[in-house]
């Protein structure tokens, strides 16, 4: 089994940065895939390969990975961001996938 | 565009088996390259893989649920299929099909998700 972590909340005002961290080991042999959540609705997909944006997906959307964090960042956050964000990995040896717990964005 | 769309009983009683349908616009279950997944997410958490059928025939499965799981495909219908035996409350969830064609790393195409109450 592989454990991701997230934070349960992250809270920023509109207009600024907001930084959601999801914890792992050996991201380095995986590849990290982000998720957006609104109430009711499917997930979407908004990151892949760690930094790859779908098409449909703003550029103030990026992905990063340091160390045992991957990090999804949204620059100039909207109201419209507010959602649950969950981080997803795909353990290649094992053909099995993986999901952190999600963390819910506030736009305050 | 590949559209899904999850159909089935929404109740099931315990015990018995849930089953349920993804029916597949845009794209072709016989279509090399393509695998197609199932998920769950309980109300207030987070998501769950089930398992997978690859469009060769090959099928994965979360350990966890893999004794009670069988995924199959109609190609003729266009259509892929979740089974879940010896259901309990626990299993109540917001399942949703999902694929990706290419590399298996992730999910860009998701159903709208059915939810599935299990209770007597």
């Known amino acids: 089994s592989y454990v991701l972590t997230q934070p349960p909340s992250v809270s920023v005002a509109p207009g600024t940065t907001a930084n959601i961290p999801c914890g792992g080991n050996n991201f380095g042999s995986k590849s990290v895939s982000w998720y957006q959540q609104k109430p009711g609705q499917a997930p979407v997909l908004v990151m892949y390969f760690d930094s790859d944006r779908p098409s449909g997906i703003p550029e103030r959307f990026s992905g990063s990975i340091s160390g045992n964090t991957a990090t999804l960042t949204i620059s100039r956050v909207e109201a419209g961001d507010e959602a649950d964000y969950f981080c997803?990995?795909?353990?290649?040896?094992?053909?099995?996938?993986?999901f952190g717990p999600g963390t819910k964005l506030t736009v305050l | 565009q590949v559209q899904l769309q999850e159909s089935g009983p929404r109740l099931v009683k315990p015990s018995q088996t849930l089953s349920l349908t993804c029916t597949v616009s845009?794209?072709?279950?016989?279509?090399?390259?393509?695998?197609w997944s199932w998920l769950r997410q309980p109300a207030g958490k987070g998501l769950e893989w089930i398992g997978r059928?690859?469009?060769?025939?090959?099928?994965n499965f979360n350990p966890s649920l893999e004794s009670r799981v069988t995924i199959s495909v109609d190609t003729s219908k266009n259509q892929f299929f979740l089974n879940l035996s010896s259901v309990t409350a626990a299993d109540t969830a917001v399942y949703y099909c999902a694929s990706r064609s290419g590399d298996p790393s992730f999910f860009d195409y998701w159903g709208q998700g059915a939810l599935v109450t299990v209770s007597s």
């Open positions: 997803q990995v795909w353990d290649s040896t094992g053909d099995l996938y993986f």
């Open positions: 845009g794209g072709s279950t016989n279509s090399g390259g393509f695998y």
């Open positions: 059928f690859f469009a060769s025939g090959t099928t």
